[in-house]
């Protein structure tokens, strides 16, 4: 059975970080991008940063460029998304996903609260 497991959310006051995880198992984790999206109340789900397994290359949404780094631990099947400065504006159900390329996300984690305080 594919699984994405999210992480690392949390409480955090504005200015701070969090990093965030996603552990995959059940598929061949170096034939898919990995990325990770997010759904504030209200607002539509957006895609926030992707790192591409096949030639490394990463993506990031402008809101997030400069802040928010994404990385993977091969060895342990493993995404990570480090939010640095973090902003009110940063708070949202945070969630992992899995596809081929980036853009096409097959498989969905349940997600991780993050909730960035004034």
């Known amino acids: 059975e594919v699984q994405l497991v999210e992480s690392g959310g949390g409480l955090v006051q504005a200015g701070g970080s969090l990093r965030l995880s996603c552990a995959a198992s059940?598929?061949?984790?170096?034939?898919?991008?990995i990325g990770w999206f997010r759904q504030a109340p209200g607002k539509e789900r957006e895609g926030v940063s992707c790192?591409?397994?096949?030639?490394?290359?990463?993506y990031y949404a402008e809101s997030v460029k400069g802040r928010f780094t994404i990385s993977s631990d091969n060895a342990k099947d493993t995404v990570y998304l480090q939010m640095n400065s973090l902003i009110p504006e940063d708070t949202a159900v945070y969630y992992c996903?899995?596809?081929?390329?980036?853009?096409?996300?097959?498989?969905w984690g349940q997600g991780t609260q993050v909730t960035v305080s004034s």
């Open positions: 790192i591409s397994r096949s030639d490394g290359s990463t």
């Open positions: 996903a899995a596809g081929f390329y980036c853009s096409a996300p097959d498989y």
């Open positions: 059940g598929f061949t984790f170096d034939d898919y991008a």
